[in-house]
């Protein structure tokens, strides 16, 4: 690789890595596979960094999606999902935000990786669903209803969030 790509590459980490390390977090759930997702897409990009044209950051991005659902598929035999059960919160509890935090986000780790993609991508990255439908291959028919079908799951797995939407609605 030539020496001005090789900076170009260190410049596009340094300026995007936090971003790109949000969403991969979004995406595993886990700070560890994060770290490691990032780091294994961030690697074969930068042996492309030569013939990757237009958007880099978009590159990277649909990288992290598809690497992350490439994982998924292989562990899915013998695959363990770690789910705390908290306990309902009692009054005006300080900590209450914290738990439905934890809650969602064990909801979220119990999603298969496309749900979790498509809502990432939707409510974290503020994405369109024709945007969304061409960085997972797929119609955009097909992200509106992975999107309701992960909202649904979301809503069955950790129903304590609808009791702040309803707290919400009250004020």
């Known amino acids: 690789m030539r020496a001005d790509a090789e900076r170009d590459f260190s410049a596009f980490v340094a300026a995007r890595s936090h971003a790109l390390f949000r969403t991969a977090m979004a995406l595993t759930g886990d700070r560890q596979q994060a770290e490691d997702l990032l780091q294994t897409v961030l690697a074969r990009t930068f042996r492309r960094w030569s013939s990757v044209r237009g958007d880099p950051e978009a590159y990277v991005r649909s990288a992290l999606y598809r690497q992350r659902i490439t994982w998924w598929r292989r562990a899915r035999h013998g695959r363990e999902v770690a789910a705390a059960v908290l306990p309902e919160p009692a009054g005006a509890d300080p900590t209450r935000p914290v738990d439905l935090r934890l809650a969602l986000r064990a909801a979220l780790a119990t999603l298969a990786p496309r749900h ?21 291959r797929c119609k955009p028919a097909t992200v509106r209803s992975q999107s309701t079908r ?18 919400e609605s009250h004020r």
């Open 116 to 136: 979790r993609a498509v809502l990432v991508l939707r409510y974290l990255e503020d994405r369109s669903d024709a945007e969304i439908a061409e960085l997972l």
């Open 150 to 167: 992960a909202l649904a799951r979301l809503r069955e797995r950790c129903p304590e969030l609808r009791a702040l939407v309803v707290e």
